[in-house]
C-alpha cells in the first residue's frame, strides 16, 4: 500500500482550488463565452476599454469623444469618412511610426456641419470673440475636416513623429498654432510648404 504525504502547503492548494470552483457560479462553459466583447487577434481575451477595434459607440458627426481611434477603426465616420488619399497616406505613416514605437491616434477626422459649428460655438465661448476662435477653428464652409482633407493626431509624440516625417507620405502640417493638424499637400517625399500661421490666416 502506497502512502501520500500532505504538508500543509498541499492542502492549502487543494482548499483555493475548492473554493475557486466553488465562487463560479453556473456552468463554467457559460461563463467562458460571457457576452464581453473580445480583440480580433486575441480571441476570448476581453478587449481592453481603450483599446482600437473594441466593440464600442460611434458618432455619425465625426466626434471621436474620448475614445482611443487609429486609422484600423474603420468603422468610425471620423476615420472612414477621410479622403482616400489621406486615409491612405495616414495609414502608411501609422504603419512605418509603430516600428519607432509610436501609436498614432486620430484625435479629430471627418467632421460633419452641425459637429463643426458646435466646435467653433465652443471656440468663441472659450475665446471670447469669434475673431480670436477662427484662428483655432474654422467654419464649416471653410474646414478641411468637413471635406474629409484634414486630421488632428495625438498623443503629442506622434505628434512630433508627423512634424518630422509626415512629409515623406505627402502630410503636412497645414497650421504653426497645431502642431496635430496635418493635410495631405505634397507628392510623397515633397518639401512641404511653411506652415500658415493659424487657420484665420
Same mark, same amino acid.
Not at 500500500?1 to 498541499?10: H, K
Not at 465652443?122 to 477662427?134: C, D, K, N, P
Not at 471635406?147 to 508627423?162: I, N, Q
Not at 502630410?171 to 512641404?192: D, K, M, R
Given at each position: 500500500?502506497?502512502?501520500?504525504?500532505?504538508?500543509?502547503?498541499?492542502?492549502? +492548494?487543494? @482548499?483555493? #482550488?475548492?473554493?475557486?470552483? $466553488?465562487?463560479?457560479?453556473?456552468?463554467?462553459?457559460?461563463? /467562458?463565452?460571457? *457576452?464581453?466583447?473580445?480583440?480580433?487577434?486575441?480571441?476570448?481575451?476581453?478587449?481592453?476599454?481603450?483599446?482600437?477595434?473594441?466593440?464600442?459607440?460611434?458618432?455619425?458627426?465625426?466626434?471621436?469623444?474620448?475614445?482611443?481611434?487609429?486609422v484600423a477603426d474603420t468603422d468610425e465616420p471620423a476615420v472612414s469618412n477621410l479622403d482616400p488619399d489621406l486615409l491612405a497616406a495616414l495609414q502608411?505613416?501609422?504603419?512605418?511610426?509603430?516600428?519607432?514605437?509610436?501609436? +498614432?491616434? @486620430?484625435? #479629430?477626422?471627418?467632421?460633419? $456641419?452641425?459637429?463643426?459649428?458646435?466646435?467653433?460655438?465652443? /471656440?468663441?465661448? *472659450?475665446?471670447?470673440?469669434?475673431?480670436?476662435?477662427?484662428?483655432?477653428?474654422?467654419?464649416?464652409?471653410?474646414?478641411?475636416?468637413?471635406?474629409?482633407?484634414?486630421?488632428?493626431?495625438?498623443?503629442?509624440?506622434?505628434?512630433?513623429?508627423?512634424?518630422?516625417?509626415?512629409?515623406?507620405?505627402?502630410?503636412?502640417?497645414?497650421?504653426?498654432?497645431?502642431?496635430?493638424?496635418?493635410?495631405?499637400?505634397?507628392?510623397?517625399?515633397?518639401?512641404?510648404?511653411?506652415?500658415?500661421?493659424? #487657420?484665420?490666416?
Amino acid at each position: 500500500m502506497t502512502m501520500f504525504r500532505t504538508g500543509p502547503r498541499v492542502a492549502l +492548494i487543494a @482548499i483555493t #482550488s475548492l473554493l475557486a470552483v $466553488t465562487a463560479c457560479s453556473g456552468d463554467p462553459a457559460e461563463v /467562458a463565452t460571457s *457576452e464581453r466583447p473580445t480583440t480580433p487577434d486575441r480571441p476570448g481575451l476581453p478587449a481592453a476599454p481603450d483599446e482600437p477595434g473594441r466593440a464600442r459607440d460611434v458618432a455619425a458627426d465625426g466626434d471621436v469623444g474620448d475614445r482611443v481611434v487609429t486609422v484600423a477603426d474603420t468603422d468610425e465616420p471620423a476615420v472612414s469618412n477621410l479622403d482616400p488619399d489621406l486615409l491612405a497616406a495616414l495609414q502608411d505613416a501609422t504603419d512605418d511610426a509603430a516600428e519607432d514605437g509610436i501609436t +498614432i491616434q @486620430i484625435n #479629430s477626422g471627418w467632421r460633419d $456641419t452641425d459637429y463643426q459649428n458646435r466646435l467653433l460655438d465652443e /471656440a468663441i465661448e *472659450e475665446h471670447g470673440s469669434r475673431e480670436e476662435a477662427l484662428r483655432w477653428v474654422s467654419t464649416p464652409d471653410e474646414s478641411a475636416h468637413v471635406t474629409g482633407d484634414a486630421v488632428d493626431v495625438g498623443p503629442t509624440d506622434a505628434a512630433y513623429w508627423m512634424s518630422r516625417y509626415g512629409s515623406d507620405y505627402g502630410l503636412c502640417q497645414t497650421f504653426a498654432n497645431e502642431i496635430w493638424h496635418y493635410e495631405l499637400t505634397v507628392e510623397p517625399g515633397g518639401s512641404c510648404p511653411p506652415p500658415r500661421s493659424d #487657420s484665420a490666416s
